[in-house]
């Protein structure tokens, strides 16, 4: 296993057609090796590290990832553009292909902490930001954001938001489809409740033709992936790449045009030499196998797959921090 934390050629320009998108507690380091065996192609997003956490505390615990994750974008929580641009010069010594700014979470803890879907109010603000990180890397900045928040919620709020953040030099905008209630609401209404607005995302592009937009929210089948994309330049998928990671893989290989290169059997053989060199340092063995627990979703037996992994991976490995 080759973990990154050096130099790495960075390509100009990221294939965003399909990407996973950023979901704290899913998308570690173990997860993202495992996608990876699925999807060869497709963009993978860390979980949300917040700035605090690399200007005052481990980096190294939460920057460290496996060379085979690549493509791979880090997400980071903030809003100063001191820190960021710490972290934005960390993540390009690190060897991450992309920074990326969370302006979309709206939970009252990342509220407290003034960065999420709370700075799509403060459009001045996120564009400080994206310059500082800007200026502090060579690696692309790019900005995940909701079509709204509150009652902020109008097309002439996201247009001015995206206006000012593009001028400050973002040229990837990842949009949520779904305003934030900032009050009222858990994350997870927030994913649901809101009603998904697809053609205002579509509108932005059409509006920012020089920009790119990648469109996210409640995308579960192919045939909606291939709708969007004839309006947008990408789609970020969420939930549904986690719980169903096969058909993740059938997507990659259909948005590339070639044939899914591995079975699932294959997949899980590919992976034994990583969860056995994770286990010698220390990792719990429930820690990488939670992430694999859909795999077989759709087949016969898959009820027998997860009931088995539940019930006997933490009797393997040590305890660890990972």
């Not at 799509?120 to 995940?144: G, I, N």
């Not at 009931?307 to 305890?319: I, K």
Request: glycine share 6%; charged share 25%; hydrophobic share 40%.
């Amino acid at each position: 296993m080759a973990e990154s934390s050096g130099q790495f050629e960075h390509p100009k320009r990221l294939d965003r057609r399909l990407s996973v998108a950023p979901m704290m507690d899913w998308t570690d380091r173990h997860d993202r090796r495992f996608l990876r065996l699925c999807a060869p192609h497709t963009l993978l997003y860390t979980e949300m590290v917040t700035a605090g956490a690399i200007v005052y505390g481990d980096i190294e615990r939460h920057l460290r990832f496996n060379a085979e994750e690549h493509p791979v974008a880090v997400q980071f929580g903030g809003s100063e553009p001191e820190q960021l641009a710490v972290c934005a010069r960390a993540a390009e010594a690190y060897g991450y292909d992309e920074v990326n700014l969370n302006v979309g979470c709206p939970s009252d803890r990342v509220q407290a902490g003034r960065f999420g879907a709370c700075l799509m109010a403060e459009p001045r603000l996120v564009a400080d930001c994206v310059a500082a990180m800007r200026e502090a890397t060579r690696l692309p900045v790019t900005v995940k954001s909701r079509i709204g928040i509150d009652d902020r919620d109008s097309y002439e709020h996201l247009l001015q938001f995206v206006e000012q953040v593009s001028d400050a030099g973002c040229r990837t905008f990842i949009v949520h489809a779904r305003k934030a209630w900032l009050q009222g609401l858990s994350p997870k209404q927030n994913r649901e409740i809101p009603p998904l607005d697809y053609p205002r995302v579509y509108r932005l592009k059409q509006d920012f033709p020089e920009l790119e937009i990648i469109i996210n929210g409640g995308i579960r089948q192919l045939s909606e992936i291939s709708e969007h994309i004839k309006s947008v330049d990408g789609v970020m998928i969420g939930r549904e790449a986690y719980a169903n990671p096969w058909a993740l893989a059938q997507w990659d290989a259909a948005l590339w045009n070639v044939r899914v290169p591995r079975t699932r059997h294959q997949v899980i053989r590919d992976f034994m030499p990583y969860i056995e060199q994770e286990l010698l340092a220390g990792t719990k063995l429930s820690n990488i196998t939670r992430h694999i627990l859909g795999l077989f979703q759709g087949v016969p037996g898959a009820k027998a797959w997860r009931r088995h992994l539940s019930e006997n991976a933490w009797r393997v490995g040590r305890e660890s921090k990972s």
